[in-house]
């Protein structure tokens, strides 16, 4: 079997937060969402637009996911865009309480920078890490510079100011 890319944000939580590419689809999906469990993952973040998921066949993510007792939650972002700032906040406020529990969480796009970069950077700037900061622990773990793109980038500091509303 071989396993997922996962690359765990070792400096942070006792390195419970991961950012990852997508599954692979088809006959490896289940493999995958195993492979998630026997990782120890609790929850996995889809930020996949509906049309993503049907393009790259992972309909039956949240359903093997919940087989797996794996909690999936999806949170659909435009590719190379941002969110709004209040609903980032709600997930990003309940994510952090499940990580301050002690459960695992892993967070996906497609190729597992621009997006995901984006929410786990707000996780880590939501518990009080700078932005700088917080792309340069996030990109050690995934060896590649997140986000993606300069919106993405800039968004993370506007972020921060609204958070401090």
Known sequence: M???DIYWIKDFLE???AIMPK?????????EIQAFNNQGINLVVCLLTTHE??????????TLCERYQIEYISFPIVDRSVPSFLETKTLVDYLLCQ????????VHCRAGIGRAGLITASILIRF????????????????????????QQ????????????
Request: hydrophobic share 35%; with cysteine; aromatic share 8%.
């Open 99 to 106: 990580l301050k529990e002690g459960k695992k969480v892993a």
């Open 23 to 31: 599954p692979r689809s088809n006959e490896w999906l289940e493999d």
């Open 128 to 151: 009080g890490i700078e932005p700088k900061h917080a792309c340069q622990l996030i990109s050690k773990a995934r060896k590649i510079q997140i986000p993606e793109t300069d919106e």
């Open 154 to 165: 800039r968004w993370l500091f506007h972020f921060k100011d609204y958070l401090k509303k």
């Open 2 to 4: 071989l396993l997922p």
């Open 53 to 62: 998921i049907y393009e790259l066949e992972l309909q039956k993510e949240k």
């Open 15 to 17: 390195g419970n937060l």
